[in-house]
């Protein structure tokens, strides 16, 4: 709780002999400052312990006596306050042996000699109130995040689920391993997003809250706009999300053939609207590239992360130079970064002509949380995003940069190996069409506002359905006569999970088509072989007409 201020700010006096306690009381009243005068050092101690916002003490009332209760407190100070001290020494100051072995005691403390001026007394009294007042801040902070840090436990619960490392990691060598450690510190700083959840918590909330008001009272009209926002919000909570489970490697990657000169151009109408027009923004695309495997969703958000950086590091314009190119990577190269296996990797780079880093700067930029940026802009999980990226799709990215000569970052991704194929990674969504008479689905969910969507959308399509809260209650279920065309099951059931359940299906129903919806990818890094032919998978939160389009594409199938 806050002091008030004539507690938290006022300077507690000890000069038992002579006039100096009443001469620096009243020196600070006339400079409307509040001290209060002790006559021992044990009262000073009592008037210590609800709150003070410095000291002010002669040398000779400590001298003689146990100073104990004094030093018991200072060092019992919370992590935030250094307390200041103002020590009234004789002439000859802070030398004198016994003045500064005082200093060395007491930790911050200041020397004012006698006789002194009015106006040095009042200069240090209001200069150590000012560092008292940024101690204070420094404290409220620490509250506010601490605050932040267990209302967003509370809203959700599963986020240091999602961000843990599997203990399994940390066989791996010394970069993995202090990779994967600090993962594992992810939990104890969620605190430091907790400003952005609860602002987008805000948007969705309240958005809802005024649509059920103006429902109740028969307003139908700006309701769109309200919509709007509930959405945006919560896509952008989504996306936050998304960038959690980057940097810890516990995203859901779809990892396929990407033609990364095709992927770049399609980009970059966006790219150029995303810079300032002071910045000039080339592309550099190698004529024969090979194929890249890679997530192409999360290989565009790569790119246009970097490319936000490289623009905010040129605020007063330059150039931007993205280019592609084949590398081929020996051991020499490769070994140094653990995993890294040598072979064949197509090279993504992002170029600008920007502020650059320091060396010390460079060495964090891969941490989670850690920001250049001024607060409010930035969460610090881009780049971060973009390394547990490139872990996870078995590639790496560094980065080369000097202090006003700008910035090179390089993102390495593999080579795919299999046969080419021509593919649009644009996701062609069928028009929402109805089902056909008697279509099945078994909707596996133990979240029942998920379940109640997913019954209710399909339901307005005319699709007929069967609900479980769990794969016990699905099982007879699939083991009755009862017609079922698809089943759509939660990957992370309570109990028995939607992959084992989705293989007893298949055990009673051979070609059992499956779509699995998650939140949380438990297999994320061996995607592809945890889904087998005929079986999908989405991300929660997902698109509604994305959902409606995999049902009807894999029913048709």
């Known amino acids: ?263 770049v151009r399609s980009m970059s109408e966006l790219l150029r609207r995303s810079l300032n027009e002071s910045i000039e923004l080339r592309m550099d695309l190698a004529e024969t590239l090979w194929i890249a495997e890679a997530d192409p969703n999360q290989l565009e958000s790569a790119l246009l992360n970097l490319v936000i950086n490289a623009r905010d590091a040129m605020p007063d314009g330059g150039q931007l130079l993205v280019s592609t190119s084949n590398q081929r990577l020996d051991l020499a190269f490769t070994q140094p970064q653990g995993h890294l296996e040598p072979g064949d990797y197509v090279l993504l780079q992002v170029r600008d002509n920007g502020c650059g880093m320091p060396e010390n700067i460079i060495s964090r930029v891969f941490d989670p949380f850690f920001t250049t940026k001024p607060i409010g802009q930035g969460t610090g999980l881009g780049l971060s995003m973009i390394y547990g990226f490139s872990k996870q799709s078995r590639g790496h990215v560094s980065i080369d940069s000097h202090v006003g000569r700008g910035t090179s970052v390089n993102l390495y991704l593999p080579r795919y190996k299999g046969e080419t194929v021509l593919q649009d990674d644009s996701l062609q969504l069928l028009p929402a069409s109805h089902a056909t008479e008697g279509e099945t689905v078994l909707i596996v969910e133990d979240d029942p506002a998920v379940r109640v969507l997913v019954r209710d959308v399909l339901s307005e399509l005319g699709y007929q359905f069967v609900e479980a809260g769990d794969a016990n209650a699905a099982i007879p279920v699939l083991e009755s006569e009862q017609r079922i065309d698809l089943l759509i099951s939660d990957v992370g059931l309570p109990g028995m999970n939607g992959r084992q359940l989705a293989e007893i299906g298949r055990q009673l129903r051979p070609g059992l088509k499956v779509l699995f919806i998650t939140g949380y990818a438990e297999h994320a890094a061996v995607r592809g072989g945890f889904l087998d032919p005929g079986m999908q998978m989405i991300t929660k939160p997902f698109n509604l007409d994305l959902l409606t389009a995999r049902v009807r594409e894999m029913i048709n199938a």
């Open 1 to 263: 709780m806050n002091l008030p201020d004539e507690v938290s700010e006022r300077a507690i006096i000890l000069a038992p002999w002579g006039r100096d306690s009443q001469i620096a009381r009243r020196l600070l009243e006339e400079a409307s400052l509040r001290g209060v005068v002790s006559t021992s050092l044990q009262s000073l101690c009592d008037e210590l312990e609800l709150g003070a916002g410095l000291l002010v003490i002669a040398v000779e009332a400590l001298q003689a006596i146990d100073l104990e209760p004094l030093l018991r407190q200072l060092r019992e100070q919370p992590a935030w306050s250094d307390l200041p001290i103002i020590l009234l020494t004789h002439h000859g100051g802070p030398v004198q042996p016994a003045s500064s072995d005082l200093g060395h005691q007491l930790g911050n403390v200041t020397f004012l000699e006698r006789p002194f001026h009015p106006v040095t007394l009042i200069s240090q009294v209001t200069s150590a109130i000012r560092g008292r007042r940024r101690q204070y801040e420094a404290r409220d902070r620490l509250v506010d995040l601490s605050q932040s840090e267990q209302r967003l436990k509370e809203t959700l619960e599963t986020l240091e689920q999602q961000v843990e490392e599997r203990t399994t990691q940390l066989r791996h060598n010394e970069e993995a391993l202090r990779q994967s450690q600090k993962m594992e510190a992810v939990g104890q700083l969620t605190g430091g997003i907790a400003h952005d959840f609860n602002n987008m918590l805000t948007g969705i909330i309240g958005s809802l809250e005024l649509l059920k008001r103006r429902l109740a009272r028969g307003r139908l009209d700006d309701l769109e706009n309200l919509i709007d926002l509930g959405v945006t919000s919560a896509n952008r909570a989504a996306g936050l999300t998304h960038r959690l489970l980057a940097f810890s490697r516990r995203q859901s990657l779809d990892s396929k053939p990407v033609e990364m000169n095709e992927l």
